[in-house]
Structure formats: structure tokens, C-alpha cells
């Protein structure tokens, strides 16, 4: 075996050693049995607040439903009123009234804020809570979760998976395969830099293992206080009304109502009132003086949408290739150009079939290079298209698609036809001013191609719905919501400029 062969066999080995002594590790660390307590109503002389029991009630894994039983907390103790105006509990509405706050924790205070920045002086619907940019909602709630950790082990109730010295070790002898493969790569001839690039794919994907898992675990006191909120919620459990619960009946319920949202008992107050990102096509907005729900339509499939005047004659152009073509290949092909009978029938090039599919691919692949978006996949499955025996059955039907279009062809010249119309008369209305909207920015949802325009959902005002508009991938983000002035194109929908008011 060369030197070469050892480093890299080495290097496996010692990967198999650090996966086994991270499964040993995880073994040793996982949390130990919740014993339910018996159903109880009382929370204890010292109770953790609903954003902690949150954590316990999630097995230390995450906060879930922690910032709706923070809100409902803060209600019941005063500090925010949630009020319902009809039967609709999603039509519920929050208000600061206005009390001290200055002994809330970190993460109360994150929450209380946040309902404030929202409620202003005239209250705002819990919809309103939710946040309009992804990125937004996972800082915040990523800043919630570490500052309820934070407190959990002040409390002694949680502490880290892995001692400081125990993840230091794991993280240091993931590179030491990296290590062996890099100076295999050396010695077997290579580059310097294939030997970093091979020497750091298992350094990175045994980091990624172990950022996975690290997080917390209970302490021995954390399972007994785990175990006695376990009894509280099956006290809670007990009554069938508590589940169905509105935001409202705080006012009812108390404090119940917020540690039900955190035992996960109260699901419709804590569906209701979320921190997330929200609904990306409803959102509410208070621009032009009152709250209301506005529905945002993307439109993703619309021909032409967000495109400039060139990228319009492209698409115009590829369009028209493709009936062009269609139209000359139906109508110049013959009968004796493809054989349904005979010796030659069975030969791969003569197959009955493969002159219609050579056609129809070999047009879709000239119009899809004109349009600019010619790729590797489109090339491997034009090649699948054109193999032969995709035509299967009887083939009489043969000698009439040689006398003119087939019907299947005559729809598609038309609608390509028509679609070429449609971007060039698109193009001519480029030309025109463009028009001015000033509203405010609901959300900005990215593409799933980077080079495709974003869409940017304004709110103008003016009704409940809105349509959204393509901004271009090179244009500065807009923040949700700011207001701001927008030059756009009714046809393509495209944003030509937008300045912040």
C-alpha cells in the first residue's frame, strides 16, 4: 500500500473514531425521564414565568409558542390588554395601557416591544404582531430563544449538552482528518489547492454534525420542575373548553391562560398570536389611518413580468421562432420522409415517430436558445425527448400528420403566435411615461433564480388587495414597512426607481 493509500485510510479511520465518541457523547448527555406529577393548579411558591416553562415544555429543545405566552402574561399582569369586538377572535385587538414595565426580563421586554412598536396609542389586531421579512422574524426569535436560555440556567433549571472543554475537543479533532487526506493529496502529486479543498470537506461536515446537536439539557432540578408543570398541564387538560380558548379570555383566566399557551394546552391563542413571518399573502397595515387585512397576489406565472424593452423583443423573437418553425415544419415535411412499414421501419434512425419528435424538439430547442435560457438540463431532456420508440401503438395515424398541421400543432402555433404578439405589444408600451405610486412596503418576497426580479407588495391605500411589483435584482432592498415612491411600468409591472419618502 503507498504512503498515500495509508494517510487516506487513516483518515477515515480517525473519522469513524470521532463518530463514535460523538454518538458516545450524545448517549451520555441526553436528558434524563420527565415523571408527570399529579394534576395540580397551583404554579409553586416560585413559579418560572411562561417563557421558560415553554423551554421545558419543549424538552429543552426550543421556545416554541414562548412569545405568545409572554404576551398573554403580560396581559394578565396588566401591561397589555387584548380586546375582541365580536364573536371572531382573530379579529382581536392589542393595547398598551400605559403601566410600568421597567422590572420585565430581557425577553418580556423583547415581546412588549414589540407589541408596542406595533399598538402605537390606538392598539393594532394581533395579525399586526407578526413580521413582514422573513430574516426579521428569525433574528428576533433567535435573540428570544438565547435570552430564556439565559435565564433557565440562572434558574438552574438547563445548562449546555457539552461542557466548554468537551465541544472544544469535538471541534478541534474534526480537522484532524482533513489534515491526513490534505497531505495524501500532497504526496500523491496534487495541488496545494486541491489539498485544501479535500482536507476541509470533513472538517466542515463534522462541525455541521456537531452544531446540529449542541444546545441544552435539563438539569436534575430543571426534570423535577419539568415533571411538576407536566401535572399543571394535565389539570388544565382536564377542562375541554381551555383549548379553544380566545386571546381574549385572558381577562377570564389569568395567568392559566398565558402557561396553557406555553404547555402547548391553549392551541387557538397561541395559533392566533404569532412571531413569526406571517402570512406572505395576507398582511395587515395601518397605511392611510386604519388597520386593515390586505391581500397580496404574486404573479408568477404572468408572461413578461418584471422584463425590460430588449429582454421583451428576446422573448417576442423566441416566440415567433417557435410558430415560425412549427408552422414550416408541418407544412414542408412529406410522406416519404419517414417509414411506417417495411425493413426499414425497425432501424432506430427510421422509426416511425422519430421525424415528428426531431421536429417539434428541434424547434423547442432553437426557440428556448433564442429566448437566452439554454442549459444543460434542457439539453438532457430534449436528448430523451428525440429517443427512439416514444411513439408506441398503431402508426396509421402517420400518414395524415405528413398531409398538413396536426391539430396539436396548429393550437401551439396559435398560442405561440399569440404570445409573440403580447410581448411586443408589452415592448411598445415600455415606451411610455412611467407611472408614480406611493405607498407602503408590505413584504418583499425573494425568487427562487437570483437574476429574477423581486416582488415588492405595496400598499397604496386605496383597497384591500394589491398586486405585486417586480423590482429588479440589482435595485437596493426596500424595507417592509417604509414608505416609498415607486416609477413603475402597469404592463411588465416593473419598478424603473423607487426613493424612500
Known sequence: MSFAAELYWGGAGLIGLWLAAFGLALAATRNGTVHTGPATQEFGPDPESPGVVALLANRWRSVDRAAAAVLLDLAARGLIEVRQ??????????????????????????????????????????????????ESAKSWNSALHQEIVSEARQRGLSRPRFAR????????????????????????????????????????ALMWLLARVLGERATSHGLERAGHWAGVQSWLRAHEEFAQLSPAAVTVWDRYLAYGTALGVTSRAGRLLGFDAGDKRRVWSSYGGTWRPVRIRYPRLRPGFGATTPRLLQLACAAGVVAAGLCLFAVLRQPDWAVTDGADADHSLRRPGLLLSAGWVGT??????????????????????????????????????MDGPLPIETALIVCFGALTAYYLALAVLERRVPRTVTGEVLRMEPRRRKSAPRFLALDTGEGDRTIAWALPPD???????????????????????????
Open 165 to 204: 472543554l468537551l465541544a472544544g475537543a469535538f471541534y478541534g479533532t474534526a480537522f484532524a482528518p482533513g489534515v491526513l487526506f490534505a497531505v495524501a493529496v500532497v504526496a500523491g502529486g496534487h495541488g496545494i489547492r486541491g489539498a485544501v479543498v479535500v482536507g476541509c470537506v470533513p472538517a466542515v
Open 364 to 401: 423547442a430547442l432553437l426557440g428556448v436558445a433564442v429566448a437566452g435560457r439554454f442549459g444543460r438540463w434542457t439539453l438532457f431532456v430534449g436528448f430523451l425527448a428525440m429517443m427512439p420508440g416514444n411513439f408506441a401503438g398503431s402508426h396509421a395515424w402517420l400518414d395524415d400528420a
Open 475 to 501: 435595485s437596493p432592498d426596500a424595507a417592509p414597512g417604509s414608505v416609498v415612491r415607486l416609477e413603475v411600468s402597469p404592463g411588465t409591472r416593473a419598478i424603473r426607481s423607487a426613493a424612500e419618502v
Open 85 to 134: 369586538p365580536d364573536d371572531d377572535p382573530a379579529r382581536s385587538t392589542v393595547h398598551v395601557t400605559g403601566k410600568d414595565t421597567e422590572d420585565l426580563t430581557p425577553y418580556e421586554r423583547r415581546v412588549f416591544d414589540r407589541v408596542a412598536e406595533q399598538a402605537g396609542a390606538t392598539g393594532a389586531p394581533i395579525g399586526a404582531i407578526a413580521f413582514r421579512a422573513e
